[in-house]
Nanobody
Framework: QVQLVESGGGLVQAGGSLRLSCAAS????????MAWFRQAPGKEREFVAH????????YYADNVKGRGTISRDNAKNTVYLQMNSLIPEDTAVYYC???????????????????WGQGTQVTVSS
């Protein structure tokens, strides 16, 4: 089992920045690929960013590319999401997720992930 706890959400004005953190405990953190997803009210959960266990493969959703940066610190068992130039459309609950590496898994699909945090609310005001 892997326990994931997100933090860093809050209320921010459009154009501002936030840094989300996700602390992992349980199994060996660097055995897992990590990702951020988000879910806005009335919408399906959507992929935001993914980072491989070693950090050498990173993917972003098109609507985050250039504004978001995912990173991880395996010594601290933590994955981060830095979001800049926030817009109201970024308002959502942000979730981190962990995936056991396995051939053929698709990083952008939420059903591929094995463990989830409870989420942290990000609200961007216009």
């Amino acid at each position: 089992q892997v326990q994931l706890v997100e933090s860093g959400g809050g209320l921010v004005q459009a154009g501002g920045s936030l840094r989300l953190s996700c602390a992992a405990s349980g199994r060996t953190f660097n055995d897992y690929h990590m990702a951020w997803f988000r879910q806005a009210p009335g919408k399906e959960r959507e992929f935001v960013a993914h980072i491989s266990w070693s950090g050498d493969r990173i993917y972003y959703a098109d609507n985050v590319k250039g504004r978001g940066t995912i990173s991880r610190d395996n010594a601290k068992n933590t994955v981060y999401l830095q979001m800049n130039s926030l817009i109201p459309e970024d308002t959502a609950v942000y979730y981190c997720a962990a995936m056991r590496p396995r051939f053929g898994r698709t990083p952008m699909l939420d059903r591929e992930y094995d463990y989830w945090g409870q989420g942290t609310q990000v609200t961007v005001s216009s």
